[in-house]
Each structure stands twice: as C-alpha cells, then as structure tokens.
C-alpha cells in the first residue's frame, strides 16, 4: 500500500542534508546506513526495525502437524527510508537457510531476535526492494512479559496462530511492530484433511500427493501481531454477506455446537457495528474456531478473529470491533493500547445496551463501586507503564470508562460522531491517543482536556463521578 507510506515518499523526497537532520530526531533511524533493530517502542525495544518500511509479504510455508516442522519462505517488498547498508528483521528460533535481497545473496547473522542483514551492495534512501528469507525448523511460542504465549502455539492437531504483541516473529521474519502495515499472500500447504486458515480472501485450494495447498490474500494493509496461519481439523462455512463481505468460518468440530448460535449472529454483529462504527474496513470476515487451552484468550487477528474455543456474543462483539479499532486503525506504540482494548470494551457495553442486557450507565456504574485500592485503578490506562501490564482490567475496563465519561460529557450525537470520524479518518492507517483528543475536541466543539487526563492518565481512583445519565 504506498500511498499508505506517507514517511518513506517524503523522506524520499527531501535532499540529504534534510534527511540527516530527521534521521537524528528518530530513535528508528540510526545513522551511519544501519537500521536501527526496533522501531522505538519503550515497552517492547527490539520490536520492529528502523530505515525501511515493507509493502508486502508473500509467505510460503508448509507444516506437518505429526513433525510440527516447518518450513518457510518469505519474501519482503520493502522500502529503504534511509541508506541502508545493514537492517534488521525479527525472527525468533528457526533456522535461516537461505537470505537474499534483490536476488543476490547477502550475509546475515542471529542476534537474539533479530536477523541482522548485510546486502552485498548500500541500499539507497527511497530505493525498493526485495527480501527473500527461506527457513526451517520447529517453531514455538514466546512468552510475553505477562506470562501468557503468543506466536505459533501447536495444538493437538495443529496450530492455533495469534501474534498479540510479539509473536510473528516465531513463524515469519518481520518488521514486528504495527506502526509497519503491509499486505500480504500467503500460501498454506498441510497434511490433506487439515484446513490452514489465514487472513482475507481464499484464493483457492489444491490437493495433490496427500497434501493440501490453501492461499489467502490480504489486500488492506496489516500489522505483522495480526497475521495469522491457524490449522487444525476444522469444519468450514462459506458465504457472502448482503454487504459484498466474503465470510470464512472454521470451526473445530468439538467446538461446533457451542460456537454455532454465536457465530450465527456474526453477519447482524458486523452489520450493527457498521451502523455504529461505519463501513467495514475489509473485503473478508469470518471466524477461526479451535480448540486452544494453551493460549487462553482470543485474538483480532485482521478479517477473521481466531478462539481459542467457543466464543460467546460477548467475546464475538469484542473481537469484531477490533476490526474498526486496532485492525483498520492501528497502534503507533503499545503504550497507546488502551485505543484499542478500551474501545473493543466498550463496543461490548453498547451492545448489551442495544440488546436488551444492562445499560452502559449500569456497566460503568457497576465498575465505579470498584474500592480505590482494587485492580481496577492499579494504573491509569494511557500509561500502562511496561509490556507486562498490556492486557490488564484497567486498559480494558478504565479504558471503556473514560470513552463512557467522553460520552456522558458530549452527548450521544457527538460521541457516535467521534467514533465514525475516528474509524473514517485513521481508516487503513494509524491513530494515537493525541490525535484521538483532539478529534473529539473538534467533533464536539468541547474542551475535554481536563476529563480525559483524568481517565486516561491520573493514577488512582479519578474522584469526578461523571453524572447520571
Ligand atoms: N487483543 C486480545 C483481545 O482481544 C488479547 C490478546 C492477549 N495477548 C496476550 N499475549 N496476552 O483482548
Ligand atoms: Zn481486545
């Protein structure tokens, strides 16, 4: 996506002198022609990497359950954004058997997770190319600093793939952090009888020698965590929503019956949160149901969510709002997570609002009565203050709070008005928690400064009870 590259075209443009002076003010672009190895990202260093951005990933790989080997290559259309005579990409374990750029063949070495390249010639600022990395072995997942895995989690009978916020690297070298989105294909080839399912549209399948190929499309750009290549014994559901979306269900066959009445209403979920949020920003959806007591939580994964067992409606509403915010408008740091997580909440709320469940007055006032020393209030939810804290209440909970008390403070009008304008304009891009601020700012005509400090970013128990509604 190019036109997406907003940084690269103008880095691209500018004489050097300009270029060295930018180069200095971004941690991300190191000097001398080396690529910094992560993208900036306090809570998660080596994520990333500077002096390139990529376009595009184009994965081949092959897995058998039985070995659980696997066998990659990846190839990277990429763009320099500085002179490059070495970058980095992450990858995690595996063994790199093959690595050229631009069809030559260039050095490399392991570092930890990053795969440090040396081309045999200087890329120059501006200049596209190609990265081709085959590899092999048997891969895992890492543990994040919250204790739960993520990346390539085997199952009993395949793998469930979720890769929130690190885990890409365990199955494809990457540009690991959401600030790159790129576009992908992948090509899936797995045991005959076993399904590989990823992200976007189903090109087509093919069986041939006991094995089957699967290739997938994914034309909107994508963060690298939100990529997935989950396989496993699946029953599979195809149809076209009235909307022109292409829908792909797999589905455990142990999970069938209880995911059944939910994901039936996956069509009327998207459809309502269309209404809320907006257009739905990509071409494919659907739902991977698997089995997966080892990762224990779902994930977003872009056009079609993987969980890790039945979900409920809850569950369902969550991960599809995700698709508007997190998936469509992406994350610039982690820190920012709450605009992620806060809002995917807070879709729950309203759902159950509209639905006949409580209100979203009773969900925030049923947190409120949280005593000042719960979890709840642990920390203020723009400031999770380390990767370990992430995924914890207050960025979900608080989170879906302070949009709560945006809410109450603006009106339903402005509020529905922010959160399309949010979703339309950072549509396909990326948004930060300061940018949000002053859209709704804008939006409402309110100073809201004071309210939204203090539910995103006062530590304890903020004192100022938004009032009844
Ligand atoms: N984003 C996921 C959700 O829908 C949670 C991912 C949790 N990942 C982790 N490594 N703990 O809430
Ligand atoms: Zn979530």
């Given at each position: ?41 306090p ?13 595009h ?79 092999s ?42 600030k ?16 590989a ?5 189903l ?20 963060a ?81 969510p993987?969980?890790d067992?039945?979900p ?18 992406s ?10 997580e ?47 804290n ?7 909970a ?9 809410r ?13 304008a949010?979703?339309?304009r ?44």
């Open positions: 996506m190019i036109h997406l590259r907003r940084r690269p075209a103008l880095l691209a443009a500018v004489p050097l002198a300009v270029t060295a002076l930018l180069a200095a003010a971004d941690p991300a672009l190191a000097a001398g022609g080396v690529g910094a190895p992560g993208v900036g990202d809570y998660f260093p080596l994520a990333g990497n500077g002096g390139y951005h990529v376009d990933y184009d994965l081949t790989l092959n897995y058998d359950p039985g070995s659980r080997r696997l066998e990659g290559r990846a190839v990277l259309t990429a763009r320099a954004t500085q002179r490059l005579t070495r970058f980095d990409l992450d990858l995690r374990g595996l063994k790199v058997t093959g690595l050229t750029v631009d069809r030559t063949r260039a050095r490399h070495r392991r570092d930890g997770q990053e795969l440090v390249v040396t081309p045999g010639r200087a890329l120059r600022a501006g200049e596209q190319f190609r990265v081709t990395v085959t590899y072995g048997v891969p895992g997942p890492v543990t994040d600093p919250d204790g739960s895995l993520d990346g390539w989690i085997p199952t009993d009978d395949g793998a469930f793939v979720a890769g929130e916020p690190q885990g890409a690297m365990t199955w494809f070298p990457a540009n690991n952090h959401p790159d989105k790129a576009s992908y294909d992948f090509t899936l080839t797995v045991p005959e009888g076993r399904t399912v990823a992200n976007g549209v090109l087509g399948k093919r069986t041939a020698h006991g094995r089957t190929t699967f290739r997938w499309r994914q034309t909107e750009p994508m690298a965590y939100l990529a997935t290549a989950t396989i496993g014994k699946f029953r599979v559901q195809q149809f076209t929503t009235r909307a022109g979306v292409k829908v792909y269900n797999a589905v455990d066959p142990r999970e069938a019956a209880a995911s059944a009445p939910v994901l039936k209403q996956l069509p009327s979920v998207l459809d309502w949160e269309s209404k809320l949020f907006g257009r739905y920003p990509f071409r494919a959806a659907g739902a991977i149901v698997d089995r997966a007591p080892q990762a224990g939580y779902a994930l977003e994964t872009q056009t079609r993987v969980y067992r039945a409920d409606i809850g569950t369902l509403v969550h991960e599809s709002a995700h698709q508007w915010f997190g998936d469509s408008v994350l610039t740091s982690w820190k920012d997570i709450w605009l992620n806060g809002f995917a909440s807070y879709a729950e709320w309203l759902y159950a609002e509209q639905h006949g469940g409580k209100s979203a007055q009773a969900s925030f006032d049923a947190l409120y009565a949280t005593p000042a020393d719960g979890d709840l209030w642990a920390f203020p939810p723009g400031n999770p203050g380390s990767g370990k992430i995924f914890d209440t207050p960025v979900y608080r989170g879906a709070m302070a949009l709560h008390a945006l109450t403070a603006v009106g339903d009008r402005a509020f529905f008005r922010i959160l399309r949010w979703a339309d950072h549509r396909h891009g990326h948004g930060t928690t300061a940018q949000f601020e002053r859209l709704a700012e804008r939006v409402s005509g309110k100073e809201l400064s004071g309210l939204l400090h203090t539910w995103l970013y006062a530590p304890g128990k903020p004192n100022t009870r938004t009032k009844n509604r």
